[in-house]
């Protein structure tokens, strides 16, 4: 399986911005897809997922109500909508197929993008 991560780039605090990745495909193990992000000097942490059927969307409390996550069926692609943002969310932004589950936490699945640069700067 292979991840294409898009978007990205320098924007000013309370700006905004919208991360795309297209998936050739899944795995057994995934919940869905999602996004991780890893600030400097910090260690990977999850973003948001939605689920392969589109209904269940998790975020990281960080970014609650700030972020949205959607899904287009047609090209398994999802998009990443980043609102009211702010330095500290500025990291590399991976996406990922994601496994596990609200009371588990969520995984990496073994698929993840290159990676793509966000930061929030005035």
């Known amino acids: 399986v292979q991840l294409q991560a898009s978007g990205g780039g320098l924007v000013q605090p309370g700006g905004s911005l919208r991360l795309s990745c297209a998936a050739s495909?899944?795995?057994?193990?995934?919940?869905?897809m999602g996004w991780f992000r890893q600030a400097p000097e910090k260690e990977r942490e999850f973003v948001a997922v939605i689920s392969w059927s589109g209904r269940t969307v998790y975020f990281a409390d960080s970014v609650q109500g700030r972020f949205t996550i959607s899904r287009q069926y047609a090209r398994e692609t999802i998009y990443l909508q980043m609102n009211n943002l702010k330095p500290e969310d500025t990291a590399i932004y991976f996406c990922a197929l994601i496994r596990g589950g609200p009371g588990e936490g969520w995984f990496m699945d073994g698929h993840w993008g290159q990676g793509t640069q966000v930061t929030v700067s005035s």
């Open positions: 495909g899944r795995t057994l193990s995934s919940y869905g």
